[in-house]
């Protein structure tokens, strides 16, 4: 029958098929959160970028590398997350929808958003230039919680750094550092610029997620066992 899938009921000693309905809501609510937490991912790191007070890690290579190459800040985005990706290969990472949607999207709207922001007058009064930092690591943290939340696959990102530490069994703590202070490093070598909400970020990202995570986590479906 269209629309409805066997379960297997237990009853006491007897087990019993009978027909469930689909939940095409579920379906829908995790393809619509992770579209808003990757749109609004692009924003947050425009608005970090434009304050000039500091680059989310990984955007102070893109920075970096952006002003070396010429080319866009997505594009660079764009490079640097397939670049990740092919580490997943010998990490044995399977990207699912998420993971690529998070590649496109992203580096499809930061220049956009960019180029919006740069509307804003020059140089920016110090109080704006706060709000847009402290502003988009709050909406960083929104968004990470929505996308992840989503449970569509990881972030390039993300993926790499879950990769690494089930292959060489470190804390997650030590494996995202390491991470991050090499492409901050890099990064800043090139040309990126390094901060006070570089810091911020660093410090407060964690919490953040932490914090909103359980929020905007869509249940997993439960086993007929369960039921």
């Known amino acids: 029958m269209t629309g409805q899938r066997p379960a297997a009921v237990r009853t006491g000693r007897r087990a019993r098929t009978v027909l469930r309905p689909r939940r095409p809501e579920r379906a829908g ?7 808003v937490g990757l749109v609004l991912y692009a ?16 955007d102070v290579l893109s920075e970096g590398a952006s002003h070396r190459t010429g080319w ?15 580490c997943w290969i010998p990490l044995r990472q399977r990207p699912g ?13 930061v220049d956009p958003f960019l180029a919006l922001l740069a509307r804003l007058p020059e140089p920016l009064p110090w109080w704006v230039a706060g709000l847009l ?13 929505l ?5 569509m696959g990881p972030g390039p990102r993300d993926g790499l750094m879950t990769g690494l530490v089930r292959r060489t069994g470190r804390p997650v703590g ?23 909400a570089t810091l911020a970020y660093a ?15 869509v249940p997993e479906r439960k086993s007929s066992a369960e039921r």
């Open 147 to 151: 996308y992840i939340g989503a449970r």
């Open 174 to 196: 030590v494996v995202r550092t390491t991470i991050e202070v090499l492409v901050v490093t890099v990064g800043w070598a090139l040309g990126g610029t390094v901060g006070f």
């Open 133 to 145: 930092a402290v502003g988009g690591i709050v909406l960083n943290g929104l968004a990470t919680a």
């Open 43 to 58: 924003f947050s790191i425009a608005a970090l970028v434009s304050s000039g007070l500091g680059n989310m890690p990984w």
């Open 97 to 109: 929808f998420g993971t690529v949607a998070n590649v496109l999207v992203i580096g499809a709207l």
């Open 29 to 35: 609510r995790r393809l619509g959160q992770l579209a």
């Open 72 to 86: 866009s800040f997505g594009a660079l985005t764009v490079l640097i997350s397939v670049a990740v990706l092919l």
């Open 203 to 217: 410090l407060g990202i964690g919490p953040l997620v932490h914090a909103l995570l359980p929020r905007f986590t």
